[in-house]
């Protein structure tokens, strides 16, 4: 929290000059294809890292879905260029906005990125970030510092094995990572390589700022205030500082917009074919602010409005504040009208009318619902209800 | 931060040694405060230094140890309040309303045991609702399937019934596989012998 | 990271780290081996019981003057290659057959039962040797965890009737550290400048049960050296039930 309100004033202004004038110097350090060097920490450092990729190769939520897959591979295969076949990428559910890179180019992108996409621009904008971070070799830098800061003997806790004297057994690799957080100045490094990636790869430079923009406007729409949002965002400068300065870099370089940002299809495509599956683990969060912020753009953006609409009803009969009620039957209807809702929206309709105390229509909900979807596994509770006296 | 304060805390818990011990379930007719089940023999009651995320007034119970097994009974939640409890600020835990229907309280614990295991890490699937008669009260009954990044699957199920305007809540997670199959029928024994 | 309650992924890990600390076995500086022998000797209906290595978790660190782990690659691989071979000789020696899994053979099958196995291993440490016994299993006098009958798919798998599992961790000093040990020694203070420490556990294939689990602490041997990991091999093994008579496992 502190951290992230620390340097609100100063940041872009600071450095905007250093931006405009000095970042022509800004290459990548490696080749394609590169491999660690003999020096001893990096070897280590791989290992771990390929360890790691082992257990993720085998992890049960990892999104293994061609399609889907094939999308976000596409997109990282274009800003990488050359690069392209130093990366594996790995989709990974999670409902939280993020993407990572190891110095073995061990990618992950979270699904929570995707679901908050308004362009693919934006998808590559953050990929291309990460990719920055890879062929500046900021992992290895980092890991290098941070041996060098505790050699100073600076208080640390890696903790239990300094405080009891026993080591770590086990995840050292996780624990490892976590001290591994990239610094503010490897975050402005990687924003303007990767915005370079960006539109050398004919993806729009200024989603390199819009993103960081909605990352803004879901923050302001948020109920409860995230601590951190993940390492992504707890390691960067701040969304506001970062927004800014991205925005003057890009007019700068590239000149301004020429229209609105327009969604393209291919993001329309994966948000239309896997809607469920993205948003499903959002609505999981409970944090309805941010979640009605991501529909309000899935709207904007021309996401199909069956799909949309039926996790509008699933929020706002969630939330239940004040009218609520009224809202969600009104997204519900519109959604089951579109013939694209999902079964669930017939029986979520239908304990919406029990709750008005609407019996009738609660029952011709509930018997639609176990009319489309015979199979359904609460089959017994809904004819529990369709028992109910009344008819 | 949080969780290397937590296992500090839980090793000098462990190093002091005897008032955070487990102590044996007693099997037969057990109270935890107002609700009563009815318990078979091996179960081990986990001491509130090992449960940080359970209520006040709830009790975990384990046969095989926590990370293998548990069974949480959770009584007489009242309306405004999460069915477990947490030191972060900005978990934006899901919380009870006393007319919840049983489509809202499956949401409920499936949102909160997503929470539980830690927001991203974990990805909840509930099935099977149906209604479920504890003595005069209609409740329900699920069950659940938890996927994690960093650890075994769990399997389980879920209890629950409204009483006074309050929430009665049990739910049994085992590890898979093995330990789901080992003591699902006892747990499903005890959540279903639940009275007011 | 995550809103966690209790687990989210690093929470896991450091839970599972009080556990082994809990476990008291495995402070630094005392050579220690503890272990529980279920069965007097191994069965099989081959000639010899046929034993499977899972892919052994074997580190090596190197810690640096700020106490940070540093993993070396390089010794990781010396220490794994040897600790297999000794492991090999060792297996001959009491009359078992021992196939060693390659991290390629680690199917979702292994998968899902290393990940049980750690979680029953973390129990293990904490419930068995630890201080928080359960009061169920005779507070440490009953020792019955398993990994469940399903373990037969490993059995048919790879045509064996035990699974061996072994963690191991070994952390060197750097000429820094040892001098910073020094140096806080003389102002009063206690520091660390390396240890080991691992466990192993035998699992049966046709029933789970663990029926060997042993861990040890420091000095326990050195495997970036042929002899030295023989060494280590026969502390990690200690008590490891033979398939003929032996007399003495040492």
Same mark, same amino acid.
């Given at each position: ?94 409902? @939280? ?7 073995? *180019? ?5 699904? *929570? ?51 009891? *004297? ?16 990239? &610094? ?59 927004? @800014? +300065?991205?925005?003057? +870099? ?22 239309? &074919? ?38 509008? @009803? ?35 309709? *239908?304990?919406? +009318? ?30 529990? +209800? ?6 | ?48 230094? /090992? ?28 309306? %405004? ?50 209604? /479920? ?58 959540? %279903?012998?639940?009275?007011? | ?45 081959? $000639? ?121 961790? $070994? ?32 699992? $049966? ?33 200690? $008590? ?11």
């Amino acid at each position: 929290m502190l951290r992230r309100r620390k340097s609100r004033l100063g940041l872009h202004l600071l450095l905007l000059p250093v931006l405009l004038f000095a970042d022509d110097e800004l290459d990548h350090l490696i080749e394609p294809g590169y491999q660690p060097e003999e020096a001893r920490d990096e070897q280590g450092l791989w290992m771990e890292f390929k360890e790691m990729e082992r257990e993720l190769n085998k992890s049960a939520l990892l999104v293994r879905d061609a399609e889907l897959r094939n999308y976000v591979d596409g997109i990282v295969c274009r800003v990488a260029g050359e690069y392209c076949n130093d990366f594996r990428v790995y989709l990974v559910r999670n409902p @939280g906005f993020n993407a990572s890179m190891t110095a073995t *180019g061990m990618m992950q992108v979270w699904t *929570g990125l995707i679901v908050r996409a308004s362009s693919t621009d934006e998808i590559a904008a953050v990929i291309g970030h990460e990719i920055a971070h890879y062929t500046r070799l900021h992992s290895l830098q980092g890991f290098r510092k941070l041996k060098s800061q505790m050699t100073k003997g600076s208080v640390f806790d890696f903790g239990l094995a300094v405080l009891t *004297g026993v080591s770590v057994p086990l995840g050292q690799a996780t624990a490892l990572l976590n001290y591994l957080s990239f &610094n503010r100045e490897q975050e402005t490094e990687a924003d303007l390589l990767g915005t370079r990636l960006l539109a050398e790869a004919a993806y729009d430079p200024h989603a390199s700022y819009r993103v960081w923009y909605g990352l803004l406007a879901e923050e302001a729409a948020a109920e409860v205030k995230r601590e951190n949002v993940g390492v992504f965002s707890q390691t960067h400068p701040n969304s506001e500082d970062r927004a @800014g +300065y991205l925005k003057s +870099y890009v007019e700068n370089r590239y000149g301004r917009p020429d229209v609105e940002q327009v969604a393209d299809q291919g993001l329309l495509d994966i948000l239309n &074919n896997y809607y469920l599956l993205l948003m499903e683990d959002q609505l999981d969060t409970n944090r309805f602010g941010r979640t009605r912020e991501i529909l309000e753009r899935h709207t904007k953006i021309g996401v199909e409005p069956g799909l949309v609409n039926y996790f509008f @009803g699933e929020m706002y009969r969630q939330r239940g504040d004040e009218g609520d009620q009224e809202l969600a039957v009104a997204a519900y209807t519109k959604s089951v009208e579109s013939n694209l809702a999902p079964p669930e929206a017939h029986k979520n309709l *239908g304990y919406l +009318y029990l709750k008005a105390k609407n019996n009738q229509q609660a029952k011709d909900s509930f018997r639609k619902y176990l009319e489309i979807n015979p199979e359904a596994s609460d089959r017994a509770m809904i004819e529990f +209800y369709l028992a109910e006296d009344g008819q | 931060m949080k969780c290397k304060r937590i296992a500090m805390l839980a090793i000098i818990a462990s190093l002091s040694g005897c008032a955070t011990g487990y102590s044996l379930v007693a099997a037969g007719p057990v109270a935890v405060q107002d609700l009563g089940v009815q318990a078979d023999a091996g179960w081990n009651r986990a001491p509130a230094m /090992h449960t940080p995320s359970a209520r006040k007034g709830a009790e975990t119970w384990t046969k095989d140890g926590m990370l293998l097994d548990r069974l949480v009974i959770a009584p007489a939640i009242p309306d %405004g309040q999460p069915i477990m409890v947490s030191r972060n600020k900005s978990a934006a835990l899901p919380v009870f309303r006393k007319d919840m229907l049983p489509n809202e309280l499956e949401e409920l614990v499936e949102s909160s045991i997503v929470k539980l295991f830690g927001e991203g890490s974990a990805v909840v699937s509930t099935s099977n609702l149906r209604p /479920h008669r504890y003595g005069e009260i209609t409740g329900i009954r699920f069950d659940l399937e938890v996927t994690v990044t960093d650890s075994p699957a769990y399997r389980g199920t879920v209890g629950a019934f409204v009483g006074t305007d309050n929430l009665y809540l049990m739910f049994f997670l085992g590890a898979e596989p093995h330990y789901y199959d080992k003591h699902i029928a006892a747990a499903s024994a005890i959540i %279903g012998s639940a009275r007011l | 990271m995550t809103q966690d309650l209790m687990r989210s992924v690093s929470c896991m890990r450091w839970l599972r780290v009080t556990m082994l600390c809990g476990s008291g076995v495995l402070v630094a500086g005392c050579v220690a081996t503890q272990n529980v022998q279920q069965i007097e000797k191994l069965e099989s209906i081959a $000639d010899n019981p046929r034993v499977i290595l899972m892919p052994p978790d074997i580190r090596y660190y190197l810690l640096s003057a700020g106490g940070l782990p540093e993993p070396h690659a390089e010794w990781t691989r010396l220490a794994q290659d040897n600790f297999t071979n000794a492991t090999q000789d060792y297996a001959q020696s009491i009359g078992t057959d021992l196939k060693t899994l390659d991290p390629d053979d680690i199917g979702e099958v292994e998968f899902e039962y290393e990940k049980l196995h750690s979680a029953v291993g973390a129990t293990i440490l904490n419930h068995h040797f630890g201080l928080t016994k359960l009061p169920s299993k005779g507070n440490g006098q009953i020792f019955d965890w398993s990994l469940g009958p399903g373990v037969s798919r490993l059995a048919d798998e790879h045509d064996a009737d035990y699974a061996l599992f072994v963690h191991y961790r $070994d952390y060197q000093a750097t000429g820094g550290r040892v001098a910073f040990a020094i140096l806080a020694a003389a102002a009063g203070g206690y520091m660390q400048t390396g240890s080991e420490h691992g466990f192993a556990s035998l699992v $049966d294939l046709r029933t789970g049960d663990v029926v060997w689990f042993n861990v040890v602490g420091a000095g326990s041997g050195e495997m970036r050296e042929e002899s030295g990991a023989a060494a280590a091999v026969r502390t990690l093994f200690k $008590d490891i039930p033979a398939a003929r008579e032996t007399g003495d496992t040492e």
